[in-house]
């Protein structure tokens, strides 16, 4: 490509994992102040729905079906681009998935699954446009984390460590870029009332009835503002910013012990492998104080 069609090519939004949720609601936002938003998703049905509300913003929408999984999937998005007429000035990365349970009786490839979409996937959208917005000294990343990303969670383990990756590569590109126009940006929420919380069995864990839940437009409208003043890191919400807090200020001793219990149900299967559930076995009083 010459650098006269490079100068054609008109800037995009493109919002991955833009079917459902937060990336959906995002997607919204951009669309009210007119952009051109790539809704990139699996599902080619979801995909059509957010076109129409994206349209209906007032933005001009473009869908791209795309398995994230696929060793090509960002080549295969910058080709799409290309072929439309399009760069990615913004990059939104809200796909993922979380599945609640302890890691020794989890489906092994359903964990790994984690980390392909959660970290490797994120990592190479952004590896694959981030260094052509610094080239042009315009743009950024918005990255979907949470507050899980500020602790180790034990019943959620690959979870939380898939969103601590999240925050740490986020926060740490936010440094290296931040003198050349182009921001980074995490946004950590805390229980956000999308099908997230039902699909992972996050929402049958007592930690997540206590928490008050977050919309996803909340969570959006507050990410979206964030980013474009060029902020590192938002958290929306009272609740979130102060178990953020906490979070980061509780000995792991203390936080990690708490977290397990409060994701664990008294019916789920005891991770010793009995059997049964662990309220039964090693949660039960007299395990606790022959001390199993």
Known sequence: MTDQQRETLRPAVVVVGASRG????????????????????????????????????GGQAFTFSLDLLAADASTRLKDFLTSHGLVCDVLVNSAGYGLRGPATTLPTAD??????????????????????????????????????????????????ASKAFVRSFSEAL???????????????????????????????????????KLSSDYVAERAWRGFKSGRRLVVPGLSAKLVALVASSLPSAVKVPLIGRLQRRSRDLCPCGSGKPFKECCGSRQARRAGV
């Open 22 to 57: 937060i990336g959906r609601a995002i997607a919204n936002v951009a669309a009210r102040e007119g952009a051109i938003v790539v809704l990139v998703a699996r599902s080619s049905d979801g995909l059509a729905a957010a076109a129409d509300d994206v349209k209906a913003a």
């Open 111 to 160: 964990q790994l699954g984690m980390v392909d979409l959660n970290i490797r996937a994120l990592t190479d959208m952004t590896l694959q446009f981030l260094p052509e917005m610094v080239a042009r000294g315009h743009g950024g990343v918005l990255n979907l984390g949470s507050i899980a990303g500020f602790t180790p969670g034990p019943n959620m383990a690959l979870y939380y």
């Open 174 to 212: 936010h440094q290296e870029v931040k003198a050349t126009g182009v921001t980074v940006t995490c946004v950590a929420p805390g229980p956000v009332a999308t099908e997230f919380l039902e699909r992972s069995g996050a929402g049958r864990a007592a930690l997540f009835k206590i928490l008050p």
